[in-house]
């Protein structure tokens, strides 16, 4: 699936929607060049699409930085999976300087200029949606974001479709309506909306299966949590027939690792369970990421590799460096093996 094509001054156009259209194109934002250039050198020498280091800011966060963008850097990463808010603020972005917008032309030319100073882009954004509640919102405030994810060249927009306490049944004819709405703001940009499978429902393949196929565009995939669908109960070797079956699908990824008992490992598990004892650092994981790797390669995946880790909570700043420098060491090692690191200077 490429990304459909928008043209600039039909970006300046759905911009206007949110109050920046006509100053974009004399405010100096510079327009971000794709990833394999910004990443892998002069366009034509690399291979495959490089596949930049990630991670969450909210986990960056547990090295208690007063600049984010330092913290990146420091750590090697090449991308950040960012917090959007309704407002459009950029929440958990911390700088010295103050808080992050992306609400005026100003908030975003600060972004887009501390991208480049950093060397570190905004590889996705995240949203916290509630579409079983406001669909009709959703779908506005998902192409608002889908215009400054164009502006900054933010590929992906991981997205929620939680059920909030519907069966499923109930829920999928809803959802699959209600993201309809919100493709049809999202499309003309071009970013993909990558739902994250988590909780009840989305854990569920043949949920997803049906949802993508009711919803029917090629700009609604995934952000897949390889920790979330174990999380949810399947045996880990069913695990890789579904990341095989939603590879094609895969914008963006939270990887994340849980250790179960051996024992456990081939059975049929109740969600959540043990969840907080069992979490683990990806190096540490029942799941193999080099073959988690192989799949998406294989599938032509074109997005990042976003650390998630979750069990870093009451830990010193020196230890969870540590631990997220041999989390990052193990991504440097199986993009390297499949040719998606950045091509030499």
Same mark, same amino acid.
């Given at each position: 699936m490429r990304e459909a094509q928008i043209s600039r001054r039909g970006l300046l156009r759905n911009a206007s929607l949110f109050g920046i259209g006509g100053v974009l194109s004399r405010s100096g934002?510079?327009?971000?060049?794709?990833?394999?250039?910004?990443?892998?050198?002069?366009? !034509?020498?690399?291979?495959?699409?490089?596949?930049?280091?990630?991670?969450?800011?909210?986990?960056?966060?547990?090295? +208690?930085?007063?600049?984010?963008?330092?913290?990146? +850097?420091?750590?090697?990463?090449? !991308?950040?999976?960012?917090?959007?808010?309704?407002?459009?603020?950029?929440?958990?972005?911390?700088?010295?300087? !103050?808080?992050?917008?992306?609400a005026d032309i100003a908030g975003l030319n600060r972004v887009r200029k501390d991208m480049e100073r950093s060397g570190v882009r905004i590889t996705a954004f995240c949203m916290y949606n509630r579409f079983a509640e406001r669909p009709d919102w959703e779908a506005e405030w998902c192409g608002r974001v889908a215009r400054v994810a164009k502006a900054l060249g933010v590929s992906a927009i991981r997205i929620d479709v939680v059920a909030h306490k519907m069966s499923k049944e109930d829920f999928l004819p809803l959802a699959m309506k209600a993201l309809r +709405?919100?493709?049809?703001?999202?499309?003309?940009?071009?970013?993909?909306?990558?739902?994250?499978?988590?909780?009840?429902?989305?854990?569920?393949?043949?949920?997803?299966?049906?949802?993508?196929?009711?919803?029917?565009?090629?700009?609604?995939?995934l952000t897949l949590d390889t920790g979330n669908f174990y999380w949810y109960g399947h045996p880990l070797s069913k695990l890789y027939e579904i990341f095989e079956q939603f590879a094609s699908r895969v914008f963006h990824t939270h990887l994340k690792g849980i250790n179960y008992p051996?024992?456990?490992?081939?059975?049929?598990?109740?969600?959540?369970?043990e969840y907080g004892k069992y979490q683990c650092p990806i190096y540490q994981a029942d799941v193999?990421?080099?073959?988690?790797?192989?799949?998406?390669?294989?599938? !032509?995946?074109?997005? #990042?590799?976003?650390?998630?880790?979750?069990?870093?909570?009451? %830990?010193?700043? #020196?230890?969870?460096?540590?631990?997220? %420098? +041999?989390?990052?060491?193990?991504?440097?090692?199986?993009?390297?093996?499949?040719?998606?690191a950045p091509a030499a200077p």
């Open positions: 934002l510079v327009w971000a060049e794709p990833a394999e250039r910004a990443l892998g050198g002069e366009p !034509g020498k690399q291979k495959k699409p490089v596949w930049p280091l990630a991670m969450r800011e909210v986990i960056l966060r547990h090295l +208690k930085p007063d600049n984010i963008w330092t913290a990146a +850097k420091h750590m090697g990463l090449e !991308g950040m999976e960012v917090t959007i808010t309704e407002k459009l603020e950029l929440p958990h972005l911390v700088h010295p300087e !103050g808080p992050y917008t992306a +709405k919100a493709m049809a703001e999202v499309e003309p940009t071009g970013v993909p909306l990558a739902i994250e499978n988590h909780g009840a429902v989305t854990n569920d393949p043949d949920f997803l299966e049906a949802l993508f196929r009711g919803v029917g565009s090629p700009l609604l995939g051996p024992e456990k490992r081939e059975t049929q598990r109740p969600m959540g369970w193999d990421f080099h073959r988690v790797a192989a799949i998406l390669d294989k599938a !032509g995946y074109q997005g #990042d590799l976003c650390i998630e880790n979750e069990g870093l909570g009451g %830990k010193k700043t #020196d230890e969870v460096e540590t631990i997220l %420098k +041999k989390e990052l060491a193990l991504l440097v090692e199986l993009r390297q093996k499949l040719g998606r």
